[in-house]
């Protein structure tokens, strides 16, 4: 593989790269590496790739791609399972992995932000106000590691730490504890983003709002914006709970919202001001096992009421995260934890924040685990584990081993088809029974998950291509369920270029199923209002050619 070098000169055509913009590779070898993503479910074509390291260089290579009718698709760390980051349409690849410093540009570093450095990379932080403002291209795992000498953290929790953070953002990304924390969403303050058009604004929380239904920008964008008629549709779902499918467009929302989740439709991200919070305290995992799908969800209930209460039946602490596995899971676990109870309906794991007593003792007081051992045995189970912080290597291979045995399991067929769906606590046991009734399709499956949120995954494990045509109609039917429960066909993941085959055979784009022919139109409108060539990420959410 060669090292990125800078262009050489144009020709005369016109086809060549032009000089002034950021680092570039041309290597075949080089651009393969960005030409699909963890998924591997589709692959891209380039003829470039672009490493700029500040939102300069991208607004000099997003105007190149105008002038030349060049479709760019911007790639982070390529962790993400939609396609959103694959350059189905060929062009360009811009990726943020070099942006690891914050360079302002039309914004001010505020007082009493330091700069933090860790490896080659650098953040503000304001420890006091529990508030940083970081660059793109990390990774979570360095941000958590820069953070942890303040005994603070990032808390959205997002389950893939190899992630960077910018891509995070695109994708209002979430994990196990964002049942606690809330998803990306909740912890932006402020974004510098830089449009298709190659304008750079600072969007800060609360400074700049839809005038009523109208997205006005405090740029010339806006001029385009109110000539094209970027109007927020009545009716336009906005979801209080979980959500990752579709731009969130409400009646006067904060123009944050509108970039966070939007998968690089409308812009690049090239700085990020997040809140933080202090680092819990000490924390214990326990995972318990219940005979009975009905003993599980009913503890689960109780989780969730006390998050509510904080006083539920005496629960003594409110859980960060609550995870479920159900029998099928546990069968693909029970190979490398074979002490897994053999007639176990379903499992939760579910973690909790404690004082550490005044000891070297790292266990809670005895106390506290009397109160959740009364609530397991109230509720049948039959056995529980519990660590602590000290002893979390287990629990992570506890978690690490059901993907790790589905994907021994699929490489050697035809590849899985997973759910990502999440419905409102109140009409969760009516998804739970469609998955039932999709369980019974003669496809294997596993279902585990973000219980909590109401969101698990369904993953169809199918032998055969034949089987793999079943398991896409019963997909299908479980997310048009979703959307009938008031609930969303994706709640972590984006829908990114994911299409879908309706009852009559047709391909339609994924999120069509949840918001509609019209929902689909109200974001073309917006995209065409801030990215009039369409040059950005062609294919996430919408097709170019959508009417």
């Known amino acids: 593989m060669s090292t990125p070098h800078q262009p050489a000169p144009p020709e005369r055509s016109g086809q060549r790269i032009p000089t002034g913009l950021p680092q570039v590779s041309e290597d075949p070898e080089k651009i393969r ?49 939609t396609g959103s980051r694959v350059p189905t349409g060929g062009g360009w690849v811009l990726s943020v992995e070099r942006m690891r410093d914050v360079q302002p540009v039309t ?5 009493g932000y330091d700069q933090v450095r860790h490896g080659d ?30 005994g603070l953290v990032y808390p959205p929790d997002p389950t893939e730490m190899t992630a960077l953070l910018g891509g995070t953002v695109a994708t209002n990304a979430s994990g196990a504890r964002s049942y606690h924390y809330r998803p990306t969403r909740s912890w932006v303050r402020a974004l510098e983003v830089v449009l298709p058009t190659g304008e750079i604004v600072w969007l800060k929380r609360g400074e700049h709002r839809a005038q009523g ?10 001029e385009r914006a109110a000539e094209r008629g970027a109007e927020i549709p009545p009716g336009y779902p906005v979801f209080a709970s979980k959500n990752a499918a579709g731009l969130y467009l409400a009646e006067g929302m904060d123009l944050v919202d509108l970039f966070v989740g939007s998968e690089g439709l409308l812009g690049v991200i090239t700085a990020i001001q997040v809140e933080l919070a202090q680092v819990p305290r000490d924390v214990v995992t326990t995972v318990a096992f219940f005979p009975s799908v009905d003993d599980t969800l009913s503890f689960v209930e ?80 039959h056995a529980d584990w519990s660590v602590t912080r000290e002893d979390s290597a287990t629990i992570k291979r506890f978690r690490h081993a059901l993907p790790e045995a589905v994907n021994a399991w699929v490489r050697a067929r035809v590849g899985k088809l997973g759910t990502d769906m999440a419905v409102p606590p109140r009409h969760f046991r009516r998804m739970l029974e469609a998955y039932r009734q999709a369980e019974e399709c003669g496809v294997q499956t596993v279902c585990f998950g973000h219980i909590g949120d109401c969101h698990l995954h369904l993953n169809f494990l199918p032998e055969d ?5 079943v398991a896409r109609r019963a997909y299908r039917e479980l997310a048009r369920r979703a959307v009938e429960l008031g609930g969303t066909i994706s709640a972590e993941h984006g829908v990114g270029k994911k299409s879908i085959e309706d009852e009559h055979g047709r391909t339609v784009p994924y999120l069509e199923v949840m918001l509609g022919r019209e929902g689909l139109r109200a974001i073309h409108a917006v995209k065409r209002a801030l990215d009039p060539g369409f040059i950005l990420n062609r294919g996430n959410m919408v097709p170019q050619e959508y009417r």
């Open 33 to 81: 590496a960005y030409l699909s993503d963890e998924s591997a479910a589709m692959h891209g074509s380039a003829d470039a790739v672009f490493f700029p390291t500040g939102a300069e260089q991208v607004a000099a290579l997003l105007l190149a791609a105008q002038q030349q009718e060049k479709p760019v698709t911007i790639s982070a760390g390529g962790t993400s399972i």
């Open 107 to 111: 914004f001010t570093v505020p007082e």
């Open 121 to 150: 990379m650098s953040f503000y932080l304001n420890v006091e106000a529990q508030s940083a403002i970081a660059p793109v291209g990390i990774t979570l795992t360095e941000f958590a590691e820069a953070l942890a000498r303040f």
């Open 213 to 222: 239904r109208s997205i006005v920008f405090p740029v010339r964008a806006s």
């Open 302 to 381: 109780l989780l969730r009421a006390n998050r509510a209460e904080t006083t539920v039946a005496d629960a003594p602490a409110a859980p960060l995260s609550i995870e479920y596995f159900d029998r099928r899971a546990l069968g693909f676990m029970r190979d490398a934890f074979p002490e897994i109870p053999l007639d176990a309906a379903g499992a939760v794991l579910f973690e909790f924040a404690y004082e550490r007593p005044a000891t070297h003792n790292p266990y809670p007081d005895g106390r506290t685990l009397r109160g959740w051992q009364a609530l397991l045995e109230k509720h049948n189970a």
């Open 465 to 469: 291509h034949e089987q793999l045509s």
